[in-house]
């Protein structure tokens, strides 16, 4: 311990004697430490435990155990059932995400309404994820009942928002939809899944205990302990493979029961790009250690003299290794502590600049693990950047070194290769982020070019959703419709306006439907006889700029007495009609009694997002149909978004309990619709410019330590007529020479990692020649750059102070 104390003070002392070395030192050291502990802290909070519950590895979806079909329970596959009959499960829960969010109103009626998230659950759903309540209390069983069900949990953040964080808030009374609940809980702020969820209703069960509300619940289920998901899903094929033996004519034993881990569901869309900014800022800090290794080597020659020195005074090479160690580690830890700040202001602008599609890092924050993970991280960095300089610390040459004026060529030259390698090392790490940042700015870039079928320009986009137990009618709700529209139409700046139930690059997804072709035999090909389901208004195709490539848009005489009438994009005439024209063609459309006929072709649009499959899909007016519209498409003269204060005042008059919500242009839900990639690859682009930076400044460092070394050398090239060319080609070409190596390093690394990110890739092959050539050409541009200063600095040395150097 005494001699670790004496090494400190030591260290200090040198530190101090030195400032803008160790300044430089620190500072790279902080450029490392601070982006792995923000991206360990993004990593930590997407992937490893994004359900911030016990034991998540051990939940686990059932996929397809529970599915209805126009609102009616399917036999034998209810959430009782299923818990009464499988052994590899403590307990199983259902839940459901609300189509589209709720209606949020009431609680004193102060408060203007709002759009929020609802979850459908079983009363074992908070139990499934070990979640205890910050107040009152979640689900009994008793409330899955119709009747009984009336009550609701809060999520912590909408308590908070909506609330004021009032903790007398149990008892009190909301509306959802026109329908009161009673709210009996809050959670803890760390739950909320599904992500985004705002409150959590239980699902209604009927007689038997089979969920009796519409749509498709998820199954969940917790493994016992000892249960692997392989032996779970071993019961369930058995299971199933009984039910389908007791029910050949189900259509459900057609469907396989898949077990998969819930983090596997949650994670996966962001797995492969969180991993790819890991291993980015992986290699950014290995650069760093090379980079910092590199100036201590330079350091420790310039203290030879000193080291031999303290050798001859009796240090053992243990303790002038230790002494180096303790250098390193000792600047690696104040790195690390202004690290911690750095990542916090890292983090924030992460998230200030995050694109507003990108959520699952809404609540990214720094704790216990990140603080952890940064100690760890730079006492790592502080051993491998100590260890090159202490093993040169401890391979002195006494004699040598002690000696006035004599220069050390063998040690010279051996740490000259080490130092040599470190930047061939670092090139080839700075290239391979370069190729990857340059095949996602090529992807982003093929994306942006892809048509979204629309014109988006000066086009406003507004939710507005009717809760069905106040529109009961769906005449009704078309007639709400109809006159919002009326009343906007009044301002002249608008062009036209339309509505649609489920809007194109929106967050609901459109309601498919089975359809046959009228005059044709049945194919029994479930997939090619589906089609996505959209009502509109007549206007909405010119306001959202939908083209019309064949036959007429809907008029207002499109009513219900007359006859039912659909317009399809191009995907779907050319499937179907591929050398004829689909117009006047009759389609029975699944739960329809009388055929629907084809009179118009529109063009496809991109719905799922540019980057989407472009689906069949059928169109058809608001006026014949049962689904309700959601959003209104207006088109302006000028910027929409002023336009939104009217909308708002006109859907207020007409109904004060509706919440108008997600205002936001078209350009901005297409812009939104790229988000994700957006992110990733502008963050890997800025860790790769870190990247060269580093490994421009490292060639700069070594380039000018090889002149300082070579003056002698240079000083009688000079003398004995060597011009300025063959000096800059002498210090630019050893530049250039380890540019190569790293390169051909590089290169062959690149091929080999950049087939890891192929699924990330859009229009390029993970090894596209243009940008493994272009960024290759680039770092060489750099190295130029780089070397020619120390190059230049060659050419100007005096052959008389040259001759006379020692």
């Known amino acids: 311990m005494e001699h670790v104390l004496r090494d400190v003070r030591y260290v200090l002392r040198t530190t101090a004697r030195s400032p803008l070395f160790s300044f430089i030192v620190v500072l790279i050291l902080i450029l490392g430490i601070a982006a792995n502990c923000a991206i360990f802290s993004i990593i930590q909070h997407s992937l490893l435990n994004p359900l911030k519950c016990e ?160 749509g498709v619940h998820n199954i969940l289920g917790r493994l016992k302990h000892g249960v692997s998901a392989t032996q779970a899903q071993l019961e369930v094929n058995a299971l199933r493979q009984r039910f389908k033996q007791e029910n050949p004519a189900s259509w459900i034993a057609t469907r396989e029961i898949r077990i998969v881990p819930l983090l596997e569901k949650v994670v996966g869309s962001v797995r492969l790009s969180m991993l790819l900014l890991w291993g980015a800022v992986g290699f950014v800090q290995l650069i760093v250690c090379a980079n910092v290794a590199n100036l201590m080597l330079n350091r420790g020659l310039a203290r030879r003299k000193e080291m031999a020195v303290r050798a001859a005074l009796g240090a053992s090479n243990r303790a002038l290794f230790c002494q180096s160690l303790t250098e390193s580690l000792a600047l690696s830890l104040i790195a690390g502590v202004a690290g911690l700040i750095g990542a916090r202001w890292f983090l924030k602008l992460i998230v200030i600049y995050m694109p507003a599609s990108v959520t699952f890092l809404g609540d990214v924050k720094l704790d216990n693990y990140a603080v952890a993970f940064t100690v760890g991280i730079s006492l790592a960095t502080g051993i491998l950047v100590g260890l090159a300089p202490g093993f040169q610390a401890t391979r002195i040459d006494l004699d040598q070194t002690l ?120 194919t029994g090909k479930f997939q090619e006889m589906f089609a996505n389901d959209l009502a509109v208004t007549p206007d909405y195709f010119s306001a959202i700029g939908i083209p019309l490539i064949e036959g007429r848009y809907f008029t207002e005489h499109d009513r219900p007495d007359t006859k039912r009438v659909v317009i ?52 058809s007016t608001y006026l014949q149909s049962t689904t309700r519209l959601t959003t209104l498409v207006i088109k302006t003269e000028s910027d929409p978004l002023q336009y939104a204060a009217a909308v708002r005042k006109e859907v207020q008059a007409l109904d004060p309990n509706l919440p108008v919500y997600d205002i936001k242009t078209m350009e901005q839900r297409i812009d939104e619709s790229t988000g994700n990639r957006r992110f990733i690859t502008f963050v890997l682009g800025i860790f790769a410019i870190i990247a060269v930076i580093l490994s421009g400044a490292g060639i700069y460092s070594v380039m000018a330590y090889s002149v300082s070394q070579r003056t002698h050398e240079i000083g009688i090239r ?89």
């Open 718 to 806: 000079i003398a004995l007529g060597a011009d300025r060319g063959q000096i800059l080609g002498l210090v630019i070409g050893k530049a250039m020479l380890l540019t190569s190596l790293g390169a051909v390093i590089g290169i062959a690394s690149a091929t080999l990692l950049t087939r890891l990110m192929a699924g990330l890739l859009y229009g390029l092959q993970a090894t596209d020649i243009l940008t493994f050539s272009v960024t290759t050409l680039g770092l060489f541009t750099i190295t130029f750059v780089a070397s020619f200063v120390p190059a230049y600095r060659a050419t100007r040395i005096d052959p008389l102070v040259a001759l006379r150097y020692e």
């Open 568 to 619: 399809i994009n191009r995907s779907f005439a050319k499937r179907f009609w591929p050398s004829e024209s689909p117009v006047g063609k009759q389609l029975q459309i699944a739960g329809n009694d009388a055929p629907a006929e084809i009179v118009g072709v529109v063009g496809d649009v991109k719905h799922f997002g540019l980057e989407g499959k472009t689906m069949f899909e059928m169109y």
């Open 55 to 214: 034991s998540p590895q051990r939940l686990m979806v059932l996929e397809n155990a529970l599915l209805y079909l126009d609102g009616r329970p399917s036999p034998g596959s209810s959430t009782l059932d299923w818990g009464n009959l499988l052994q590899s499960f403590e307990n199983l829960a259902a839940y459901r995400v609300s189509d589209g969010g709720l209606n949020l109103s009431g609680y004193g009626g102060a408060e203007e309404p709002e759009r929020v998230e609802g979850v459908g659950v079983s009363a074992s759903f908070f139990h499934i994820f070990r979640t205890n309540v910050t107040l009152g209390r979640t689900f009994v069983s008793e409330e899955e009942y119709p009747g009984r069900n009336r009550v609701v949990v809060l999520s912590h953040s909408l308590w908070q928002r909506r609330f004021g964080a009032d903790g007398g808030v149990i008892g009190k009374t909301i509306r959802l939809n026109e329908v009161t609940y009673t709210v009996i809980g809050v959670t803890p702020p760390e739950f909320s899944f599904p992500r985004g969820a705002d409150l959590w209703l239980p699902a209604s069960l009927g007689e038997g205990r089979v969920f009796t509300a519409s």
């Open 403 to 522: 000696k006035e004026g004599q220069r050390q060529g063998s040690e010279s030259s051996r740490l000259s290769r080490l130092r040599s390698l470190l930047i061939v090392f670092e090139v080839a790490l700075a290239l391979v982020l370069l190729i990857g940042a340059g095949l996602l700015i090529g992807s982003f870039k093929h994306v942006l070019k892809i048509e979204s079928g629309m014109n988006a320009a000066n086009v406003l986009t507004v939710a507005i959703s009717l809760p069905k137990a106040k529109y009961t009618d769906p005449g009704r709700a078309a007639q709400f419709f109809n006159d919002l529209i009326s009343q906007l139409r009044g301002y002249p700046p608008i062009r036209s306006i339309g509505a649609i139930n489920v809007l194109p690059m929106g967050k609901g997804e459109p309601i498919g439907t089975l359809f046959e072709i009228v005059g044709r035999p049945k």
